[in-house]
């Protein structure tokens, strides 16, 4: 069983959709959550980070944490077609090896 | 501001031959360093790290190789290339005891 696992769509929304982007993982020592966003042949860009459970928002994007269910979410409002891209979750614990976890990124089309 | 910067951003190499990977961070000291490896619609793979110059730890065993010659700068080597090294090889940094990682433009990778 993969330590994190997120849906790999493709997930196809219309322009102005509500999006929402999910992860779960197995490893309760994980404490600190990340959303990288991934257009196609460039390096991820962080979007939010988040370390305690609840809601954050940014903009268009709110990243939501739920630790006792050990799952994640990232909600984007409005979607744009400029929102097509890869989306990544990833997370790190707050003890021993300090590296982050990466899900295999959900690929998400929004349609004009 | 930081800015990180890989080079080359393509590469055709055949099986056998060496490699050689460059990252380097500008705008910033003293950064933690990472080298993740991207298969074609998977996640991020930690290959190596580094806290410090000489320092490196390694997460995967592999023909791959890391070095740190400098403070900001952060090499990918191999000696002899195998078809399953090809992919999209990600330079990323980090602040020291900060979890949030930042990445570059990425080098793609072919090996035939």
């Known amino acids: 069983q993969k330590e994190v696992e997120q849906d790999p769509g493709p997930l196809s929304v219309p322009e102005g959709a509500i999006v929402s982007l999910n992860c779960t993982y197995s490893n309760s020592a994980f404490q600190y959550f990340m959303w990288y966003r991934q257009y196609s042949r460039k390096g991820p860009e962080l979007l939010m980070y988040t370390y305690s459970s609840g809601n954050k928002e940014d903009g268009r994007f709110t990243a939501q944490v739920d630790k006792s269910s050990k799952y994640i979410s990232l909600f984007i409002r409005d979607s744009q077609p400029s929102d097509s891209a890869t989306y990544l979750c990833?997370?790190?614990?707050?003890?021993?090896?300090?590296?982050?976890?990466f899900g295999s990124g959900t690929r998400l089309q929004v349609q004009p | 501001s930081q800015t990180i910067h890989q080079w080359p951003a393509t590469l055709v190499q055949p099986v056998g031959s060496p490699l050689s990977l460059e990252c380097t961070v500008e705008?910033?000291?003293?950064?933690?360093l990472y080298w993740y490896r991207q298969a074609a619609g998977r996640g991020l793979q930690l290959l190596f790290y580094?806290?410090?110059?000489?320092?490196i730890s390694s997460e995967v065993p592999q023909n791959l190789s890391a070095s740190r010659p400098q403070d900001r700068q952060f090499i990918l080597s191999s000696k002899k290339l195998l078809l399953s090294d090809s992919g999209f090889y990600l330079c990323a940094w980090s602040r020291p005891h900060t979890d949030t990682q930042y990445f570059g433009p990425g080098t793609r990778l072919t090996v035939l």
């Open positions: 990833a997370m790190i614990s707050d003890t021993g090896r300090r590296a982050l976890t």
């Open positions: 580094s806290v410090g110059i000489g320092q």
């Open positions: 705008g910033t000291s003293n950064p933690n």
